[in-house]
C-alpha cells in the first residue's frame, strides 16, 4: 500500500499536478485515501467506487483464494487472456501473486485503522454497487461515516467488475462530484 501511494505521489508531482481530484476505483480508492493521510496536500478530493475496507486474516484469506492464476486459466480463460493483456508487458500471474500477498498484508495489521480515517481532511465520496460481491454497503457506509468531510452512496446495480458498470452514469457522477467540492 505504501508503494502504491507513493507511485501516485510520483505521478502527481511528475506531471505537475496541483491538489488533484482523485476517482479511486477498488484499490485504488484505498490508496487514494492513504495518500491523503499521508500527504493531505496535494489531494484536493477523493471519490471511491468499490473500494474494500473490512482487512482482517479472515476477509484477506476469502479475496486471495479468487486470485489463483491457475484456476482462472482453467475456469474463465477469457479473463485470464484479459489479465494478461491488461498487464503487459508484466506477467500477469506474478501480478496476482504480488496483489495476493498486499491482500494478506493488509488482512494482517498493515491494513489502515479507523483512527486514520478520522485524519482524513479532503471531501471524500464513498461509492459502492448494490450488487457488489466484494465490497459490502456497510463496510463502505462505516468508512464514509468514519472520514469528517465525506458522503455516502450506492449505485445501483453496479457490480464489483468496473467492466459491468454503466460507465455512462458513473461518469455523469464523478462530474457532478467533481465539480460540486472545486
Known amino acids: 500500500l505504501d508503494y502504491f501511494a507513493e507511485n501516485l505521489l510520483h505521478f502527481i508531482e511528475e506531471k505537475k499536478l496541483e491538489k488533484p481530484n482523485i476517482f479511486g476505483y477498488s484499490m485504488g480508492g484505498y490508496v487514494a485515501l492513504k495518500l491523503a493521510l499521508t500527504h493531505p496536500e496535494k489531494v ?4 471511491t467506487l468499490g473500494t474494500k475496507f473490512d482487512w482482517s486474516p479472515e476477509s484477506a484469506e476469502r479475496e486471495v483464494k479468487m486470485l489463483n492464476p491457475d484456476l482462472i486459466a482453467e475456469k474463465v480463460p477469457k ?5 494478461k493483456q491488461r498487464h ?12 495476493a500477498d498486499m491482500m494478506l498484508a493488509l488482512g494482517n495489521g498493515r491494513a ?3 483512527i486514520d480515517f478520522h485524519k482524513v481532511n479532503c471531501p471524500v465520496l464513498i461509492t459502492v454497487g448494490s450488487a457488489d460481491n466484494m465490497v459490502s454497503v456497510k463496510e463502505s457506509q462505516e468508512i464514509a461515516a468514519a472520514i469528517p468531510n465525506s458522503a455516502f452512496e450506492t449505485f445501483e446495480g453496479f457490480n464489483h467488475p468496473i467492466e459491468q458498470v454503466d460507465v455512462g452514469v458513473l461518469a455523469e457522477r464523478i462530474e457532478a462530484f467533481m465539480k460540486s467540492k472545486i
Request: charged share 15%; glycine share 0%.
Open 88 to 99: 503487459a508487458p508484466q506477467d500477469w500471474k506474478q501480478v496476482l501473486a504480488k496483489t
Open 112 to 114: 489502515l485503522q479507523s
Open 79 to 83: 479473463f485470464a487472456e484479459q489479465l
Open 44 to 47: 484536493n478530493l477523493i471519490m
